[in-house]
Protein backbone atom coordinates (compact mmCIF):
# COMPACT_ATOMS: atom_id res chain seq x y z
CA UNK A 1 0.00 0.00 0.00
CA UNK A 2 1.79 3.38 -1.21
CA UNK A 3 1.71 6.46 1.15
CA UNK A 4 0.94 10.04 -0.47
CA UNK A 5 0.91 12.88 1.55
CA UNK A 6 -0.67 16.30 0.99
CA UNK A 7 0.77 19.63 1.13
CA UNK A 8 -1.47 22.29 -0.23
CA UNK A 9 -3.21 26.06 0.47
CA UNK A 10 -6.70 24.73 0.23
CA UNK A 11 -7.62 25.15 3.78
CA UNK A 12 -10.47 23.07 5.25
CA UNK A 13 -13.68 25.34 4.70
CA UNK A 14 -14.65 24.16 1.96
CA UNK A 15 -15.45 20.73 -0.56
CA UNK A 16 -11.67 20.95 -2.20
CA UNK A 17 -9.38 18.77 -0.01
CA UNK A 18 -12.34 16.03 0.24
CA UNK A 19 -12.47 16.40 -3.55
CA UNK A 20 -8.86 15.72 -3.48
CA UNK A 21 -8.62 12.84 -1.34
CA UNK A 22 -11.65 11.80 -3.06
CA UNK A 23 -9.80 11.48 -6.62
CA UNK A 24 -7.08 9.30 -5.15
CA UNK A 25 -9.42 6.92 -3.00
CA UNK A 26 -11.09 6.44 -6.22
CA UNK A 27 -8.38 5.72 -8.07
CA UNK A 28 -6.57 3.42 -5.15
CA UNK A 29 -9.06 2.49 -2.41
CA UNK A 30 -6.09 1.33 -0.21
CA UNK A 31 -3.84 3.97 -0.94
CA UNK A 32 -2.41 5.86 2.58
CA UNK A 33 -3.27 9.38 2.70
CA UNK A 34 -1.32 11.48 4.53
CA UNK A 35 -2.14 15.43 5.73
CA UNK A 36 0.95 17.01 5.76
CA UNK A 37 -0.98 20.99 5.91
CA UNK A 38 -3.62 22.40 4.06
CA UNK A 39 -2.95 25.74 6.03
CA UNK A 40 -0.34 27.19 3.52
CA UNK A 41 -1.17 30.92 3.34
CA UNK A 42 -2.76 31.41 -0.80
CA UNK A 43 -0.24 30.98 -3.24
CA UNK A 44 3.07 31.31 -0.56
CA UNK A 45 5.40 28.23 -2.04
CA UNK A 46 8.50 29.37 0.48
CA UNK A 47 6.07 28.69 3.54
CA UNK A 48 4.69 25.34 1.65
CA UNK A 49 8.49 24.52 1.22
CA UNK A 50 9.48 25.26 4.47
CA UNK A 51 6.97 22.90 5.76
CA UNK A 52 7.49 19.97 3.12
CA UNK A 53 11.43 20.07 3.88
CA UNK A 54 10.98 19.50 7.53
CA UNK A 55 8.55 16.62 7.27
CA UNK A 56 9.43 14.64 4.48
CA UNK A 57 12.40 12.89 5.36
CA UNK A 58 10.33 11.05 8.32
CA UNK A 59 7.93 9.63 5.84
CA UNK A 60 9.29 6.21 4.11
CA UNK A 61 11.30 6.03 1.01
CA UNK A 62 9.62 5.71 -1.74
CA UNK A 63 6.51 8.33 0.07
CA UNK A 64 5.04 10.19 -2.36
CA UNK A 65 4.62 13.78 -1.76
CA UNK A 66 1.55 15.92 -3.72
CA UNK A 67 1.90 19.50 -3.25
CA UNK A 68 -0.80 21.84 -4.42
CA UNK A 69 0.42 25.58 -4.04
CA UNK A 70 -0.49 27.98 -6.85
CA UNK A 71 -1.34 24.66 -9.28
CA UNK A 72 -4.42 26.12 -10.61
CA UNK A 73 -4.41 25.88 -14.93
CA UNK A 74 -1.93 28.18 -16.31
CA UNK A 75 -0.52 27.64 -19.81
CA UNK A 76 2.50 28.65 -19.50
CA UNK A 77 3.61 26.42 -16.11
CA UNK A 78 5.37 22.84 -16.62
CA UNK A 79 3.55 20.32 -13.72
CA UNK A 80 6.58 18.46 -12.74
CA UNK A 81 6.98 14.71 -10.92
CA UNK A 82 10.08 14.15 -9.45
CA UNK A 83 12.48 12.09 -7.44
CA UNK A 84 14.61 13.12 -4.94
CA UNK A 85 16.00 11.53 -1.31
CA UNK A 86 14.36 8.12 -2.78
CA UNK A 87 10.97 9.91 -2.23
CA UNK A 88 9.06 11.47 -5.26
CA UNK A 89 7.09 14.76 -5.26
CA UNK A 90 4.27 16.38 -7.63
CA UNK A 91 3.68 19.84 -7.85
CA UNK A 92 3.46 23.02 -10.38
CA UNK A 93 7.11 24.11 -11.90
CA UNK A 94 6.89 27.70 -9.98
CA UNK A 95 9.98 27.71 -8.18
CA UNK A 96 9.13 25.53 -5.13
CA UNK A 97 11.24 22.78 -6.07
CA UNK A 98 14.25 24.91 -5.90
CA UNK A 99 13.16 25.59 -2.44
CA UNK A 100 12.58 22.61 -1.44
CA UNK A 101 15.59 20.81 -2.67
CA UNK A 102 18.75 21.19 -1.50
CA UNK A 103 20.65 19.88 -4.33
CA UNK A 104 19.93 18.37 -8.00
CA UNK A 105 16.96 15.59 -7.50
CA UNK A 106 17.70 12.43 -8.84
CA UNK A 107 15.28 12.53 -11.47
CA UNK A 108 12.56 14.57 -12.85
CA UNK A 109 9.60 14.74 -16.06
CA UNK A 110 7.66 17.10 -16.99
CA UNK A 111 4.04 15.47 -17.06
CA UNK A 112 2.15 14.32 -20.20
CA UNK A 113 -0.53 12.75 -18.45
CA UNK A 114 -3.73 12.89 -20.69
CA UNK A 115 -5.50 15.67 -19.36
CA UNK A 116 -9.85 15.38 -19.09
CA UNK A 117 -10.91 19.04 -19.98
CA UNK A 118 -13.90 18.80 -17.40
CA UNK A 119 -11.22 19.14 -14.84
CA UNK A 120 -8.26 21.20 -16.12
CA UNK A 121 -9.41 24.19 -14.19
CA UNK A 122 -8.45 21.71 -11.15
CA UNK A 123 -4.51 20.48 -11.95
CA UNK A 124 -4.74 18.59 -8.60
CA UNK A 125 -7.26 16.29 -9.41
CA UNK A 126 -7.02 16.01 -13.34
CA UNK A 127 -2.93 15.77 -13.32
CA UNK A 128 -1.57 15.17 -9.68
CA UNK A 129 -3.96 13.03 -8.62
CA UNK A 130 -2.76 10.68 -11.66
CA UNK A 131 0.76 11.34 -10.95
CA UNK A 132 0.82 10.34 -7.52
CA UNK A 133 -1.29 7.52 -8.10
CA UNK A 134 1.17 5.93 -10.48
CA UNK A 135 4.11 6.39 -8.33
CA UNK A 136 2.60 5.15 -4.98
CA UNK A 137 2.11 1.92 -7.13
CA UNK A 138 5.53 1.31 -7.55
CA UNK A 139 5.46 2.83 -11.47
CA UNK A 140 8.33 4.72 -12.91
CA UNK A 141 8.95 8.36 -14.03
CA UNK A 142 9.42 8.17 -17.37
CA UNK A 143 6.14 6.53 -17.66
CA UNK A 144 4.39 9.42 -17.17
CA UNK A 145 6.27 12.42 -18.22
CA UNK A 146 9.82 13.84 -20.29
CA UNK A 147 12.97 14.21 -19.02
CA UNK A 148 13.69 17.77 -17.89
CA UNK A 149 16.86 19.30 -17.20
CA UNK A 150 16.04 22.30 -15.10
CA UNK A 151 13.33 23.52 -12.69
CA UNK A 152 11.78 26.93 -12.37
CA UNK A 153 14.05 28.82 -10.05
CA UNK A 154 12.43 30.79 -7.20
CA UNK A 155 15.37 32.89 -5.02
CA UNK A 156 14.74 33.00 -0.71
CA UNK A 157 15.82 35.81 1.04
CA UNK A 158 19.39 34.75 2.70
CA UNK A 159 20.46 36.28 6.21
CA UNK A 160 23.36 39.00 5.32
CA UNK A 161 26.38 38.67 7.34
CA UNK A 162 28.45 42.26 8.38
CA UNK A 163 31.75 41.12 10.23
CA UNK A 164 30.21 39.99 13.56
CA UNK A 165 26.81 40.55 12.81
CA UNK A 166 23.88 38.36 11.33
CA UNK A 167 20.65 39.95 9.93
CA UNK A 168 17.98 37.76 9.65
CA UNK A 169 14.21 37.63 9.12
CA UNK A 170 11.66 36.14 10.30
CA UNK A 171 10.06 32.94 7.60
CA UNK A 172 7.25 30.86 9.39
CA UNK A 173 5.06 31.26 12.71
CA UNK A 174 4.25 27.72 13.86
CA UNK A 175 0.54 26.87 15.80
CA UNK A 176 2.29 27.35 19.40
CA UNK A 177 3.39 30.87 18.15
CA UNK A 178 7.02 30.18 18.13
CA UNK A 179 8.68 32.33 15.65
CA UNK A 180 11.61 30.84 13.32
CA UNK A 181 13.94 32.78 11.80
CA UNK A 182 16.28 31.95 8.17
CA UNK A 183 18.90 31.79 10.34
CA UNK A 184 20.32 28.32 10.37
CA UNK A 185 22.39 26.53 13.11
CA UNK A 186 25.29 25.84 10.84
CA UNK A 187 25.51 29.35 9.99
CA UNK A 188 25.02 30.89 13.60
CA UNK A 189 27.63 28.59 14.62
CA UNK A 190 30.12 28.75 12.36
CA UNK A 191 30.47 32.92 13.28
CA UNK A 192 30.14 32.77 16.83
CA UNK A 193 33.12 30.70 16.95
CA UNK A 194 32.16 30.19 21.21
CA UNK A 195 31.55 34.09 21.90
CA UNK A 196 28.21 35.41 23.33
CA UNK A 197 25.84 37.29 21.73
CA UNK A 198 22.85 39.61 22.12
CA UNK A 199 19.42 38.44 19.60
CA UNK A 200 18.12 41.76 19.05
CA UNK A 201 14.22 42.35 17.54
CA UNK A 202 11.34 45.17 17.94
CA UNK A 203 13.63 47.47 18.22
CA UNK A 204 14.44 47.05 22.38
CA UNK A 205 14.06 43.48 22.87
CA UNK A 206 16.80 41.17 23.54
CA UNK A 207 18.12 37.73 24.40
CA UNK A 208 21.39 36.79 24.65
CA UNK A 209 21.70 33.03 25.53
CA UNK A 210 20.72 29.92 23.73
CA UNK A 211 18.45 27.84 25.49
CA UNK A 212 18.17 23.86 24.63
CA UNK A 213 14.36 22.95 25.40
CA UNK A 214 11.24 25.42 25.94
CA UNK A 215 11.14 24.78 29.73
CA UNK A 216 14.63 26.07 30.26
CA UNK A 217 13.33 29.23 31.56
CA UNK A 218 10.21 30.07 33.74
CA UNK A 219 7.04 30.22 32.39
CA UNK A 220 5.85 33.60 30.37
CA UNK A 221 9.74 33.92 29.81
CA UNK A 222 11.23 34.54 26.29
CA UNK A 223 13.71 32.56 24.92
CA UNK A 224 15.78 31.54 22.23
CA UNK A 225 16.84 28.39 20.36
CA UNK A 226 17.18 25.88 17.73
CA UNK A 227 14.45 23.61 17.45
CA UNK A 228 13.88 20.93 15.59
CA UNK A 229 14.09 22.61 11.92
CA UNK A 230 17.48 23.62 13.12
CA UNK A 231 16.85 27.04 12.22
CA UNK A 232 16.92 29.88 15.42
CA UNK A 233 13.62 30.34 16.92
CA UNK A 234 12.15 33.24 18.99
CA UNK A 235 9.48 31.47 21.65
CA UNK A 236 7.81 32.20 25.26
CA UNK A 237 7.67 29.05 27.56
CA UNK A 238 3.87 28.27 27.80
CA UNK A 239 3.13 31.65 25.84
CA UNK A 240 2.36 33.05 22.17
CA UNK A 241 6.21 34.75 21.15
CA UNK A 242 4.48 36.05 17.88
CA UNK A 243 1.67 37.48 19.47
CA UNK A 244 3.44 38.92 22.84
CA UNK A 245 6.60 40.14 21.30
CA UNK A 246 4.89 41.56 18.24
CA UNK A 247 6.80 39.50 15.13
CA UNK A 248 5.30 38.72 12.04
CA UNK A 249 6.76 37.22 8.95
CA UNK A 250 9.13 39.11 7.02
CA UNK A 251 10.49 41.05 10.23
CA UNK A 252 14.08 41.76 10.84
CA UNK A 253 16.28 40.06 13.66
CA UNK A 254 19.47 40.60 14.09
CA UNK A 255 22.31 39.05 16.01
CA UNK A 256 25.95 40.30 17.43
CA UNK A 257 28.28 38.35 18.43
CA UNK A 258 30.63 40.08 21.25
CA UNK A 259 34.98 39.40 21.29
Known amino acids: MGIITLTTDLGSKDFYKAALKGSLLSLLPSVNI ?28 NTVHLIGIDSVFNENTKYIAARYRDHYFVGADNGIFSILFEDVPDEAVELNIMQDLKYLHFPLVDIFVKAAIHLAKGNRLKE ?42 DLFTGLQRNRDFTLYFRKSETINRLSWHYNEVPEGEK ?35 HS
Do not use: W
Open 34 to 61: VDITHEVPSFNISYAAFVLKNAFGYFPK
Open 144 to 185: IGLPVAELEQKMLLSPVIERDIIRGSVIYIDTFCNVITNITK
Open 223 to 257: LCLFGISNHLEIAINKGKASGLLGLHLGDIVRVEF
